[in-house]
């Protein structure tokens, strides 16, 4: 009995060191969202000049959707362009996207030279509806189910470890649902 | 000699003059981050936007609060502040609106509920803990030096004593 009393500091300091180091493998940039499994805010965003469809909470019912926070500025944006444009044109998801506080030519400009494979896009020229998503560092993304309720977020680009693992099997799971 | 000793007066005064003006002109702590365009007409709400702002963590650079950091994000949050103050919104309401958005997470001193009981708890719990141990060591060691406690002398050994202590003095 007094022997483990004695070994007990030993073993705190092991139990906190095990919590620290683990904590190491956490990226503090990744924040719980307090949306998911929540609907969508209410929004009306208009479309990008020359374009008829922009995109509301409305629009977000019915298909399993994700919905791309981007802007012609971000760089990890860019990167992520090539996954997206795959799971929208082969992987057959409806992607539609938020264009975050951009200039409407740049916007546009980027999507010739990149391609666009959203559906449509709402323009958040002053980033106050990507406020009432939780945005708070493009590109983010978010997988909405049929009934319009934010099911996954992800912060950062998306890589294709991402749609593999996560994406697929749960856009899988809520077209069943 | 005293000429000396004036001039160096003087050339003291000159020199800290400045240095006293300037700390009475510039305003004291860093540069902050709320632009004037940002600062509301009413000065009590403008009060009370910044120490709404001062609790709310920027989720940019993540150790300073949205009053301190110059983050687009975080200029964006403030006038959002002051936005929900103007339309009428209790501090408490302003909190809310961004909680409902960003979560707990934003908030830089945490709330007291279920999910965060062993941040709040813990210090009390484990100093509490720690006290009932040293108090339980003492007194177990006052214990242990009581019974340590040995029989009187004998008459026999008192004797034998007396007589090592004698050939100690000599």
């Known amino acids: 009995m007094r022997r483990v009393?004695?070994?007990?500091p030993f073993l705190l300091f092991v139990g906190v060191g095990v919590a620290f180091y683990l904590g190491f493998e956490r990226d503090p940039r990744d924040i719980p969202s307090v949306l998911i499994d929540k609907p969508v805010p209410s929004?009306?965003?208009p479309p990008l000049p020359g374009r008829t469809e922009g995109l509301s909470s409305a629009r977000l019912t019915g298909?399993?959707?994700?919905?791309?926070?981007?802007?012609s500025w971000c760089i990890p944006c860019k990167a992520e362009h090539p996954v997206i444009t795959r799971l929208a044109r082969e992987q057959g998801v409806t992607v539609r996207a938020i264009n975050h506080k951009d200039k409407a030519e740049d916007a546009l400009a980027w999507l010739t030279r990149n391609g666009d494979p959203y559906a449509s896009i709402g323009v958040d020229l002053d980033g106050r509806v990507s406020i009432d998503w939780g945005v708070y560092g493009v590109p983010e993304s978010f997988l909405i189910d049929?009934?319009?309720?934010?099911?996954?977020?992800?912060v950062g680009p998306l890589t294709p470890q991402v749609v593999e693992e996560q994406i697929l099997p749960l856009v899988k799971h809520l077209r069943q649902g | 000699m005293r000429t000396i000793a004036r001039a160096c007066a003087l050339s003291l005064a000159l020199g800290l003059t400045p240095l006293a003006l300037t700390s009475l002109v510039l305003p004291v702590g860093p540069a902050w981050a709320v632009q004037p365009d940002e600062v509301l007409a009413d000065p009590a709400l403008e009060a009370r936007a910044r120490d709404i702002s001062k609790d709310l963590r920027c989720l940019v650079c993540q150790n300073q609060s949205i009053d301190d950091s110059n983050a687009p994000l975080a200029r964006d949050l403030r006038v959002l502040v002051r936005e929900r103050l103007k339309a009428g919104d209790s501090d408490a309401g302003v909190m809310t609106y961004v909680t409902d958005r960003y979560g707990d997470y934003v908030l830089l001193r945490p709330p007291f509920k279920a999910t965060t009981l062993v941040l709040w708890v813990a210090p009390f719990a484990i100093l509490l803990l720690g006290g009932l141990a040293t108090a339980l060591f003492l007194r177990g060691r006052r214990g242990a030096t009581a019974e340590a406690d040995t029989a009187p002398l004998t008459e026999d050994e008192r004797r034998r004593l007396d007589a090592l202590?004698?050939?100690d003095d000599l």
Do not use: E, M, P
């Open chain 1, 5 to 8: 009393l004695y070994l007990l």
């Open chain 1, 43 to 45: 929004f009306s965003l």
């Open chain 1, 63 to 71: 298909d399993v959707t994700l919905v791309n926070v981007f802007a």
């Open chain 1, 146 to 154: 049929r009934q319009g309720r934010i099911r996954f977020k992800h």
């Open chain 2, 165 to 167: 202590l004698r050939k």
